[in-house]
């Protein structure tokens, strides 16, 4: 536990004191929070258009109108910003050559990932707390409280990030080179996210179905609508377990190799 | 204290140590001396669990690289050959990072950091940046974290490779002034180094282990071995053939008319030599005794190994 929280306090550090990590919050920050104010201009020029119409009484649902596709375009802006957080977790450490060192410390390799991983995740904690005041302020001004979506699309939202950042350190444990680990997580991104499309429902609809199913994206519908099936959790939860676990196997592998 | 026993390690194809077996007793330094790409790294990682060996198994305290790791690289501290730090961390911050990792009881660790600060003499840096140091005080930093967790065992790969000859001189004294202590390998491709520091040489040229004996004997043995410089006129190929028959003459080199002649430890072959190279027929216009100097010895033994396997 002492070497995960060291690992994990030294990482913070790296995160804290090197550019990157600004860059993606501010970007991430930026790009979340220039949607959500066009979401939230459309949606008091739509509420109040219906309110000029007595034939419409109802109010619409600021979740249905700002957040779902808030949170849905979101997948796109972690698939940018996430891979920078995770390139140089391990590629730098294999380049510098300070691994040797730590090869040589009294650590588990898992430990060792379990740090940095968390680094990492604390990262994309921050960034999701920082688009919270948002959230506050258009329930506020909606004078709605339907709690319940924001909250299961922040938690789909969390579950989709770690994904992929432990899919991006499993990478950057396969290379010496950030940018090369860079440029291969964005491709394996891609490629999780675009399973399900490869096939055309009409000529081979089982196919097409399992494929989907192991679609990364897939898996945040339901969130955002404010269901949280058990499925969508275990998948990710599975997806997280199996690159954290096998990026402990790569650095045991590298070690027997040498 | 540390034991090694029939270790082989290849990568890929190529066999890089092949069963290398020696021990270190507690309290000794051993110098571990072989050329560039003699396997001496090779061997050292495997000693500190870095890597497991492809075949056999090594012992720190009686536990093993393979079975217990943890165990072992608890009692190790380690200087690689290019060690590699994190620059961006400052070093104090550093050593008590490196402490924490290695078990150092969080209790003890600001003193362990400031008595440390202290050995390795690095008052003066020990809030700048790792990154910014001179190679000397990185040196020293890296010798800082391998003594951080007060290891009994210390393994140092070729420490005092690129330093000048006063830092040379401070790392060497403070590893002699270690004798006793703790259990210490001290690879290099220096001889006087070995002389200087170490009571146990362990010589490895090519994966294989040549001569392992006390700094004293193995000097010894091989300054007893005699060295004959000639400088003969004549057909340099027949002065030779002369000389080379000669009984108890190993080897003759030669460039030009000068001749280095190698002769077994026991009898001085000078008056023989003299004798036959006049017989021949040759001019004999210089001789004398050549007493070899260990960096000699070291050339010798490594040249030795080569002539018998080929
Ligand atoms: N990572 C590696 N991959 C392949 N061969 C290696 C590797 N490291 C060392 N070698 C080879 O193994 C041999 C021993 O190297 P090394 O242990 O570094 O020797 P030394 O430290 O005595 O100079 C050399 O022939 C070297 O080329
Ligand atoms: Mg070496």
């Known amino acids: 536990m002492r070497n995960i929280a060291e690992i994990f306090k030294r990482e913070v550090r790296h995160y804290y004191t090197s550019p990157i990590a600004y860059v993606v919050i501010v970007i991430f920050t930026a790009v979340f929070g220039f949607l959500y104010f066009r979401n939230l201009t459309y949606y008091s020029q739509l509420s109040y258009q219906l309110m000029q119409n007595p034939y419409y009484p109802q109010r619409i649902d600021l979740v249905m109108a700002v957040f779902a596709p808030l949170f849905s375009s979101n997948s796109i802006i972690f698939l940018l910003v996430i891979p920078p957080l995770s390139m140089r977790l391990f590629a730098e450490e294999k ?3 300070t691994i040797e060192l730590m090869f040589t410390y009294p650590v588990k390799d898992i430990q060792m990932v379990l740090g940095k991983w968390l680094a990492s995740l604390t990262i994309l904690l921050v960034m999701l707390a920082l ?7 258009a329930f506020k001004f909606a004078g709605s409280w339907e709690w319940g979506p924001v909250l299961s699309g922040y938690l789909g939202m969390f579950l989709m990030g770690v994904s992929f950042l432990s899919l991006g350190i499993l990478i950057s444990a396969l290379s010496e080179n950030q940018i090369v680990a860079l440029i291969i997580s964005y491709g394996a991104l891609l490629a999780f996210w675009f399973l399900g499309w490869a096939i055309d429902p009409n000529s081979g609809k089982k196919m097409a179905d399992v494929l989907t199913e192991f679609s990364i994206i897939q898996h945040l519908d339901n969130f955002i609508k404010g269901v949280i099936d058990t499925r969508d959790v275990v998948y990710y939860v599975l997806f997280i377990f199996t ?13 027997w190799r040498g | 204290m540390i034991k090694i026993e029939n270790v082989t390690k290849m990568y890929g194809p190529t066999v890089a140590v092949k069963d290398v077996s020696f021990e270190v007793e ?7 001396l072989g050329p560039n790409g003699a396997g001496k790294t090779t061997t050292m990682r495997v000693i500190t669990g870095y890597f497991p060996p492809t075949l056999g198994n090594a012992y720190i305290a009686g536990h093993s690289v393979l079975d217990a790791p943890l165990e072992v690289k608890k009692r190790i501290g380690y200087v690689p050959e290019t060690p590699a730090m994190y620059d961006d961390m400052r070093v104090k911050e550093y050593i008590k990072y490196v402490g924490a990792l290695k078990g150092v009881p969080k209790t003890e660790l600001k003193e362990r950091v400031e008595r440390i600060i ?3 003499a690095l008052e003066s840096v020990y809030t700048k940046n790792i990154g910014s140091l001179s190679k000397g005080f990185k040196q020293r930093v890296v010798l800082g974290q391998a003594l951080v967790n007060d290891p009994p065992v210390l393994i140092l790969d070729e420490p005092s490779t ?3 000859p006063k830092q040379i001189h401070e790392i060497r004294s403070l590893i002699k002034s270690m004798e006793g202590e703790r259990t210490i390998i001290l690879s290099t491709h220096i001889l006087p180094e070995v002389s200087m520091t170490c009571s146990k040489v362990v010589i490895i040229n090519e994966g294989v282990i040549v001569a392992a004996d006390t700094t004293d004997n193995i000097g010894r043995s091989l300054t007893e071995s005699h060295q004959v410089e000639l400088t003969v006129g004549g057909d340099p190929d027949r002065v ?3 000389v080379s028959g000669i009984a108890g003459v190993r080897n003759v080199s030669n460039s030009g008319n000068r ?8 009898g001085d072959l000078r008056a023989e030599i003299a004798r036959k190279v006049v017989e021949g027929g040759f001019d004999l216009l210089e001789m004398r005794a050549h007493s070899m100097t260990l960096e000699d010895v070291f050339l010798k033994l490594v040249t030795e190994e080569e002539g018998e396997r080929q």
């Open chain 2, 240 to 242: 030779k053939e002369t």
């Open chain 1, 131 to 137: 688009s919270v005041p948002g959230v506050f302020m």
């Open chain 1, 243 to 255: 690159c954290v676990f096998l990026t402990a196997r790569v650095l045991e592998s590298k070690r």
């Open chain 2, 259 to 266: 001749f280095v002649v190698d002769s077994e430890k026991d």
């Open chain 2, 162 to 164: 690129g330093l000048d």
């Open chain 1, 95 to 97: 380049k510098s050559g």
């Open chain 2, 26 to 32: 507690k309290g000794e330094i051993l110098g571990f």
């Open chain 2, 118 to 120: 202290g050995t390795c």
